[in-house]
């Protein structure tokens, strides 16, 4: 027997959670948003009702409104959803060890091994853990089972909300294939441009390009997306513990009011900086190179990247690098309505300091900052995060990213 894969997708998660408190609104189009007054305000998640009006996640809410004007706005609670997503699971711990979560509402299940003893009937094991789910949490998800984790995050997005489909080695061609290419996991709207102009528009199209042809046009990922479309991904689900560790780690910040001075925005790249740096040295990883994006107001984006000469986990030389950065393709009186700092290219630390002379100067300015950061650490742990900053901060919310 192959591999038996679940994909676990929660219908309208953000949203179903929220209305466990508000019954009363359940027939009625509700989206969770962010605060509309400190300028967060994108529809986060809606339930089926709002999905037929037409409303998307990541729209503005006067976008979603002209949709439809009696739509229910709610905040949004994210400990609340993180608590749910432990309790769902929890549950999917008892049925294999091999738990992979993809997001807080996704999750693969690797059920090959255990699968005799939970009667042998795959579907029949999808069924169980959506009923479960619905008595004991009130909450309803989709499932994909498949033979390996693509196909089986297909299955879930196949049919909502409240279903199991299963798309095995016998009839996959005839589901997949006919399917949208970017319904396929990692084809986003660059690969689905690239690809439409070669006609390419469906899975089964891609499926049948030459993979030398894909891998010329789009690098490693054009092979990896040929053998997706091909049913050959034979990726393992890994349990919760031995998840790989961040490829990125990313902290950005939507402001209050746009940012148009060369200090402000500086102070708030030390404050996003720090919280990487941050980050970074609490994950035991280090940084061999940045990332800055920048959003105008008309919600335009702007990103440049660039690696650094020895990798760092420091607040200090992020900073300076992300400022540099941002020089390039920056300048002041531009307003900025969002800003994101992310550390790539992470590495575990081996080669993160370069031999350097004793007296080098640089040197010991880094171990003094190393010092000064590392007791600052020791102050958030026993006080917490905001006991301590460096420098100034701009008014904005901040938004965590770890890839």
Same mark, same amino acid.
């Given at each position: 027997m192959g591999r038996v894969i679940l994909h676990?997708?929660?219908?309208? &998660? &953000? @949203?179903?959670?929220?209305?466990?408190?508000? =019954?009363?609104?359940?027939?009625?189009?509700?989206?969770?948003?962010?605060? =509309?007054?400190?300028?967060?305000?994108?529809?986060?998640?809606?339930?089926?009702?709002?999905?037929?009006?037409?409303? #998307?996640?990541?729209?503005?809410?006067?976008?979603a409104r002209k949709k439809c004007p009696s739509l229910v706005l709610l905040p949004p609670h994210l400990p609340l959803y993180r608590e749910y997503s432990r309790k769902i699971n929890a549950i999917y711990d008892q049925y294999t060890d091999l738990v992979e979560p993809f997001s807080v509402d996704e999750s693969w299940l690797d059920i090959t091994g255990s699968l005799h003893l939970l009667g042998g009937d795959a579907r029949a094991v999808a069924d169980e853990i959506r009923g479960r789910v619905k008595r004991e949490l009130? $909450? +309803?998800?989709?499932?994909?089972?498949?033979?390996?984790?693509?196909?089986?995050?297909?299955?879930?997005?196949?049919?909502?909300?409240?279903?199991?489909?299963?798309?095995?080695?016998?009839?996959?061609? !005839?589901?997949?294939?006919?399917?949208?290419?970017?319904?396929?996991? &990692?084809?986003?709207?660059?690969?689905?441009? +690239?690809?439409?102009?070669?006609? #390419?528009?469906?899975?089964?199209?891609? @499926?049948a390009m030459d993979p030398d042809q894909l891998e010329t046009l789009m690098g490693?990922?054009?092979?990896? $997306?040929?053998?997706?479309?091909?049913?050959?991904?034979?990726?393992?689900?890994? @349990?919760? !513990?031995?998840?790989?560790? =961040?490829?990125?780690?990313?902290?950005?910040?939507?402001?209050?009011?746009?940012? +148009?001075? %060369?200090?402000?925005? %500086? @102070?708030?790249?030390?404050l996003l900086a720090d919280d990487v740096a941050s980050r970074?040295?609490?994950?035991?990883?280090?940084?061999?190179? #940045?990332?800055? +994006?920048?959003r105008t107001p008309d919600f335009q984006d702007r990103s440049r990247q660039r690696r650094f000469s020895s990798p760092t986990h420091l607040m200090q030389e992020l900073a300076e690098q992300a400022s540099a950065l941002l020089d390039t393709f920056w300048k002041p009186p531009s307003p900025i309505r969002m800003l994101t700092v992310t550390a790539i290219a992470l590495t575990d630390g081996d080669e993160a300091y370069e031999q350097t002379d004793l007296l080098d100067s640089a040197a010991s300015r880094r171990e003094r900052q190393e010092r000064l950061e590392s007791a600052v650490d020791r102050l958030r742990g026993k006080y917490g995060m905001g006991a301590v900053r460096f420098g100034a901060s701009a008014p904005g919310k901040k938004e965590d990213s770890l890839l």
């Amino acid at each position: 027997m192959g591999r038996v894969i679940l994909h676990c997708d929660m219908n309208s &998660f &953000f @949203a179903s959670v929220e209305l466990l408190s508000h =019954p009363e609104l359940r027939s009625e189009p509700v989206a969770v948003c962010g605060d =509309p007054e400190s300028r967060h305000g994108i529809v986060l998640a809606k339930n089926e009702a709002a999905k037929r009006f037409g409303i #998307v996640t990541a729209e503005t809410i006067w976008q979603a409104r002209k949709k439809c004007p009696s739509l229910v706005l709610l905040p949004p609670h994210l400990p609340l959803y993180r608590e749910y997503s432990r309790k769902i699971n929890a549950i999917y711990d008892q049925y294999t060890d091999l738990v992979e979560p993809f997001s807080v509402d996704e999750s693969w299940l690797d059920i090959t091994g255990s699968l005799h003893l939970l009667g042998g009937d795959a579907r029949a094991v999808a069924d169980e853990i959506r009923g479960r789910v619905k008595r004991e949490l009130g $909450l +309803t998800l989709s499932v994909g089972v498949s033979f390996n984790k693509v196909f089986a995050k297909l299955g879930s997005d196949y049919k909502k909300p409240d279903a199991t489909t299963v798309i095995s080695e016998d009839n996959w061609r !005839g589901i997949v294939w006919p399917l949208p290419v970017g319904d396929l996991l &990692f084809v986003g709207k660059a690969a689905r441009a +690239t690809l439409a102009q070669f006609g #390419v528009r469906t899975i089964g199209q891609l @499926a049948a390009m030459d993979p030398d042809q894909l891998e010329t046009l789009m690098g490693k990922a054009g092979r990896q $997306l040929y053998e997706y479309a091909n049913g050959l991904e034979c990726e393992p689900v890994r @349990a919760r !513990g031995d998840v790989e560790p =961040p490829k990125s780690i990313g902290c950005g910040s939507t402001f209050q009011k746009d940012l +148009t001075g %060369r200090e402000e925005v %500086r @102070a708030a790249v030390r404050l996003l900086a720090d919280d990487v740096a941050s980050r970074l040295r609490r994950c035991g990883r280090y940084a061999g190179g #940045v990332a800055v +994006t920048l959003r105008t107001p008309d919600f335009q984006d702007r990103s440049r990247q660039r690696r650094f000469s020895s990798p760092t986990h420091l607040m200090q030389e992020l900073a300076e690098q992300a400022s540099a950065l941002l020089d390039t393709f920056w300048k002041p009186p531009s307003p900025i309505r969002m800003l994101t700092v992310t550390a790539i290219a992470l590495t575990d630390g081996d080669e993160a300091y370069e031999q350097t002379d004793l007296l080098d100067s640089a040197a010991s300015r880094r171990e003094r900052q190393e010092r000064l950061e590392s007791a600052v650490d020791r102050l958030r742990g026993k006080y917490g995060m905001g006991a301590v900053r460096f420098g100034a901060s701009a008014p904005g919310k901040k938004e965590d990213s770890l890839l």
